[in-house]
Each structure stands twice: as structure tokens, then as C-alpha cells.
């Protein structure tokens, strides 16, 4: 769910935002994150909105969200800052998509994460650490043990279908709400954990329950 940039700056824009850049102040990075400091989201606006001050320019931004499901069948969401001088064009600039999380502290979590990083990128703030490449957010790296784990759910399925009685297959899709169809490799390879674990469990017990050793 990767929006597109749409940039459509006028001159009078550019040279706003050029003048923006020049008195742009980079943020104090305050707080104290799993690989270094970084600069929270009211540290990113305050910059944002001195800059906007200091260089007297006409420029004011709002921040969008966009959800829908990525390619495992989770919903997450992607930030979108629109950048709106008083002329009356803009410019979008999208944040990276992230998960929105199970819970409500987990998505408000995200949502911050994905409006800061969002902010950023729109204004060219440097809101982190220097890593040199060699590290990656506490966020991506959940993300990946998380699509690792799925990936390893989805491996035990394609090894369990393979035993299955083949009058079974429909009926085991049809508990995760799938038609036998789905039984390809690119369509299992597209499941979430929760569906995949689903398929798995009801294979085995087709198999047990046809006595197949």
C-alpha cells in the first residue's frame, strides 16, 4: 500500500521551501530510542514551524492518513504530509507504511512513528542518529521476526497440504474462508499468520482424522 508522491511545486513554492531549508534549525534529538538518539514529533514540528517563522514564507502542512492491507493481509497505514503554501498548490510527501497494530496503544504508537517519520522526510530533518547504515528501528525489526515467524507458519502448511486427503482440501480452505484456488504457491505465500495457522491446524486434522500416518 505505497502511495505515490504527487509533486507539483510551483517556482514560488520551490523558492519558499529553499528558504525554508536555509534557516531550518535541526531538531535536538532528546529522547532515547533502542539505537541512539532521536528527535520526537513535537521536536520535528516546533523545527518546522520556527522555519516557517524565520524565513517569513507561507507555508502551513497537515498530515493525512491512508490504510488499507499490505501483502500479508494485515492492515497498516501510510502518513501522508501535504505541504500547503497560501497560493493554494501542494505537495504530498508519504512516510513509509506501517502496521496499525493490535491494540490501541500499539496503533497510537504507530500512527506517532508514522507522522514523525513523515514530517521528516518532508522537510529534510535529520530526526535520528547517524547509524551508518547498520542499524534499523526497533519498529522494522518486530516487523521482520514478525513476517519471519509467518514465513516459517506458512513453510509447516505447504509441508502438511502435501499429506492432506484431496476430498479434504476444499473443506480445509473453507475454515480460513478460502476456496481450493488458493492452493498455489503464490496465493499461500500472500497469507497472514493468523490464516495460515488456521489452514495448518485444520490439514493436520484432516490428516489425523483419515488416519493417515
Partial sequence: MI???????TPELNADLAKMQMNMVQPTKTKNGHFGKYADLSDIDNAVRLAIKTSNVPITYTQSIIEGLNANG???????TNIIPS??????VEGL?????????????????????SLASA???VADDDDDGQSITALKQEQIIQDQMRKAIIAK???????APKEKVPQIFATAGMTEKNNNTSDLDKL???????????????????GIQ
Fill in 97 to 117: 507504511p506501517v502496521e496499525t497494530g493490535s491494540t490501541p496503544q500499539q496503533t497510537l504508537a504507530n500512527t506517532t512513528y508514522a507522522r514523525r517519520g
Fill in 157 to 163: 502448511l505447504k509441508e502438511v497440504l502435501k499429506n
Fill in 192 to 210: 497472514s499468520a493468523d490464516k495460515a495457522s488456521v489452514l495448518a491446524g485444520a490439514t493436520i486434522f484432516a490428516i489425523n482424522d483419515a
Fill in 123 to 125: 522537510f529534510g530533518i
Fill in 87 to 92: 497560493s493554494g498548490e501542494f505537495m504530498q
Fill in 74 to 80: 494485515k492492515r497498516e497505514m501510510q502518513v501522508v
Fill in 3 to 9: 502511495t505515490r508522491n504527487e509533486l507539483n511545486p
